[in-house]
C-alpha cells in the first residue's frame, strides 16, 4: 500500500501516512463536533506534516490536557493532534477529512461517546 497525503482547504499543509487507516473515528465530543472533524490513527514516527503554515492550540476546558491540536494558520482547517503527555502506546492523529474523495472508502468509521468523556 502506498502513502497518502491529506491537505487543508488552501494546500499550505499537507500530512503525508504511510498506508489507509485501520479504522476511522467519528466523535461526538465538543472539540471534534465543533472542528467538524473524523480522526485516522497512526504512530507519531509515521505521520510527516510540513509544519510552516501551523497554529495550535491546547484545550483549556480540560484539567489536565494530553493533546495539542494542530490547525492550518492561512484557512483554519483543524489538521492533526499530538500527545502532550506520555502514554502506554502513543498515536497521532490526522483529520480523515483532509484526504481526496475516495481515499479512505471501505474503511470501518466507529462512532466514538466523546460526549461521556470527564473534561477533568
Same mark, same amino acid.
Given at each position: 500500500?502506498?502513502? !497518502?497525503?491529506?491537505? +487543508?482547504? #488552501?494546500?499550505?499543509?499537507?500530512?503525508? &501516512?504511510?498506508?489507509?487507516?485501520?479504522?476511522?473515528?467519528?466523535?461526538?465530543?465538543? !472539540? +471534534?463536533?465543533? &472542528?467538524?472533524?473524523?480522526w485516522v490513527y497512526f504512530a507519531p514516527d509515521e505521520?510527516?506534516?510540513? $509544519?510552516?503554515?501551523?497554529?495550535?492550540? &491546547?484545550?483549556?476546558?480540560?484539567? /489536565?490536557?494530553?493533546? %495539542?491540536?494542530?490547525?492550518?494558520?492561512?484557512?483554519? #482547517?483543524?489538521?492533526? @493532534?499530538? !500527545?502532550?503527555?506520555?502514554?502506554?502506546?502513543?498515536?497521532?492523529? &490526522?483529520?480523515?477529512? !483532509?484526504? /481526496?474523495?475516495?481515499?479512505?472508502?471501505?474503511? $470501518?468509521? %466507529?462512532?466514538?461517546?466523546?460526549?461521556? @468523556?470527564?473534561?477533568?
Amino acid at each position: 500500500m502506498s502513502a !497518502l497525503q491529506a491537505r +487543508c482547504a #488552501c494546500g499550505a499543509v499537507t500530512i503525508t &501516512v504511510p498506508r489507509r487507516p485501520d479504522y476511522i473515528n467519528d466523535c461526538n465530543c465538543s !472539540l +471534534c463536533t465543533k &472542528v467538524g472533524a473524523n480522526w485516522v490513527y497512526f504512530a507519531p514516527d509515521e505521520i510527516e506534516v510540513d $509544519e510552516t503554515g501551523l497554529d495550535s492550540f &491546547v484545550r483549556a476546558d480540560m484539567r /489536565e490536557p494530553y493533546i %495539542r491540536n494542530f490547525r492550518c494558520r492561512t484557512c483554519g #482547517c483543524p489538521t492533526h @493532534w499530538r !500527545l502532550i503527555r506520555p502514554v502506554e502506546t502513543p498515536k497521532s492523529g &490526522v483529520n480523515a477529512n !483532509l484526504f /481526496e474523495p475516495g481515499a479512505l472508502d471501505g474503511i $470501518e468509521v %466507529r462512532q466514538i461517546d466523546g460526549r461521556s @468523556w470527564p473534561l477533568d
